[in-house]
């Protein structure tokens, strides 16, 4: 069973604008902090975004003032709005659920194992 599915990843000038959306209405194992990590081969994952059950959010510095993440809590939809694309945001984008209690400020300093993970979807920004 896929429990998080995520969607809206593609290809971009820098400069442009994406919406990413997960799915998260087949996840039913906890309610804690959900977030977006990235990835690109060799090198580590890390943790971009993060939202909270209060609606608090953190953010990587990397992405402040860029990328807006929001949870429609009933539908249990995880977006991350990414404006103003950098080639360095190329990467594979993955939907998180926090698999302990954290809060957004914790979270995306956690390591990969201590959340469940979605299959990614891929942003790719040129230049």
């Known amino acids: 069973q896929v429990q998080l599915v995520e969607s809206g990843g593609g290809s971009v000038q820098a400069g442009g604008s994406l919406r990413l959306s997960c799915d998260a209405s087949r996840y039913t194992y906890s309610n804690y902090c959900m977030g977006w990590f990235r990835h690109v081969p060799g090198k580590e994952r890390e943790g971009v975004a993060a939202i909270d059950s209060d609606g608090s959010t953190s953010y990587a510095d990397s992405v402040k003032g860029r990328f807006t993440i929001s949870k429609d809590n009933a539908k249990n939809i995880l977006y991350l709005q990414m404006n103003s694309l950098k080639p360095e945001d190329t990467a594979m984008y993955h939907c998180?659920?926090?698999?302990?209690?954290?809060?957004?400020?914790?979270?995306?300093?956690?390591?990969?194992?201590?959340?469940?993970w979605g299959r990614g979807t891929q942003v790719t920004v040129s230049s």
């Open positions: 998180v659920a926090a698999l302990r209690p954290m809060t957004a400020i914790q979270a995306l300093g956690v390591r990969p194992e201590y959340y469940y």
